[in-house]
């Protein structure tokens, strides 16, 4: 059975940080690329980063030089490092393998 775990969300304020993990399982980690996805109340969901199997990466616009995304392959794991947080990237943040299988969500809330 494929699991998406998301953790590490949380409020924060404006200029600081969080990184959010999501531990897969049922599936061998290392052959499928990855991303992070959010959605805000009342849009649609975005992606926010992408991982390939080799460590390649691509960002959305609005988080470049902000977020990071990384795996660990011996931990089956993503993350998500995210800095200089902003009241707009206030979602819930999903992690998935390539749109198909999705965790739970974990809520990031940026204010004030």
């Known amino acids: 059975q494929i699991q998406l775990v998301e953790s590490g969300g949380g409020l924060v304020q404006p200029g600081g940080s969080l990184r959010l993990s999501c531990a897969a399982s049922g599936f061998t980690f290392s052959m499928y690329s990855m991303s992070w996805y959010r959605q805000a109340p009342g849009k649609e969901r975005e992606l926010v980063a992408h991982?390939?199997?080799?460590?390649?990466?691509n960002y959305a616009d609005s988080v470049k030089g902000r977020f990071t995304i990384s795996r660990d392959n011996s931990k089956n794991t993503i993350y998500l490092q995210m800095n200089s947080l902003k009241p707009e990237d206030t979602a819930v943040y999903y992690c998935t393998r390539r749109q198909t299988y999705w965790g739970q969500g974990t809520q990031v809330t940026v204010s004030s």
């Open positions: 991982i390939t199997i080799t460590g390649n990466t």
